[in-house]
């Protein structure tokens, strides 16, 4: 059975600190997709990044940052500076389409980002 | 804008009674999902559907139902059924499901509660 392990609940920094988030997974398959959202308080999940599972390459965008190992299970997220309107819940997810089994989520982290 | 339209933003029922959670896309998604959110836990699949006039069952479709008489549109409607029907509930939709790799889009949800 997929699986989806976030194992920090909650998360405290203070401005500008740099925070990871982690996300472990266990799959069956060898094809499978891996998304982060976040989830700000007005409740509306918003979609971050998707990672198949032949594309290890780490990915940038602006603060955001994720670094993806296979040979860990890994999908990590690290906001580098955070601010105050990082303060959220990530949620990490997967889907793996060959079993039928679409949007696994993660329980979230619960960021806040402290002025 | 296109989006997800979910309404109403809060709803109570009373016991016995039979409530239903409106879901509007103007993506042209094909397919939607309804989701489960309580506190602390990701998000659990209610129902799901790929197609106008089909819909399948996810991991909690105890003592709900859905309809998909057009695109645009997927209600859900909880029943007295459901014991504990206290959520957050969130409705998404893809562009297809069967690949398992497109994002979903949300909504900003619904939160139901006992009166």
């Known amino acids: 059975a997929q699986k989806v392990t976030q194992a920090q609940t909650e998360i405290s920094v203070v401005e500008k600190e740099d925070v990871t988030l982690d996300c472990v997974y266990e799959?069956?398959?060898?094809?499978?997709?891996l998304f982060w959202y976040k989830q700000p308080p007005s409740g509306e999940l918003v979609f971050l990044i998707r990672?198949?599972?032949?594309?290890?390459q780490n990915e940038i965008s602006g603060r955001y940052s994720w670094n993806f190992q296979k040979s860990t299970s890994s999908f990590n997220f690290t906001i580098t500076a955070s601010q105050v309107v990082d303060s959220a819940v990530y949620f990490c997810?997967?889907?793996?389409?060959?079993?039928?089994?679409?949007?696994?989520f993660g329980p979230g982290t619960r960021l806040s980002v402290l002025p | 804008d296109g989006g997800i339209t979910q309404s109403p933003k809060y709803l109570f029922r009373k016991e016995g009674q039979n409530v239903t959670l409106s879901c509007e896309q103007n993506?042209?998604?094909?397919?939607m999902y309804w989701y489960r959110q309580d506190p602390g836990q990701g998000l659990r699949l209610i129902y799901y559907?790929?197609?106008?006039?089909?819909?399948q069952k996810g991991d909690i479709a105890e003592g709900y139902s859905v309809s998909r008489e057009k695109k645009e549109s997927f209600p859900l409607t909880v029943t007295s059924a459901q014991k504990n029907p206290t959520a957050f509930y969130l409705c998404?939709?893809?562009?297809?499901?069967?690949?398992?790799?497109?994002?979903?889009?949300f909504g900003d949800g619904t939160r139901l509660s006992i009166l």
């Open positions: 993506l042209n998604h094909d397919a």
């Open positions: 990672r198949n599972s032949f594309d290890e």
């Open positions: 559907s790929q197609i106008v006039n089909d819909f």
């Open positions: 799959t069956r398959d060898t094809t499978y997709y």
């Open positions: 998404a939709s893809s562009i297809d499901r069967g690949a398992g790799n497109q994002p979903q889009h």
């Open positions: 997810a997967l889907s793996e389409p060959y079993y039928g089994q679409n949007f696994v």
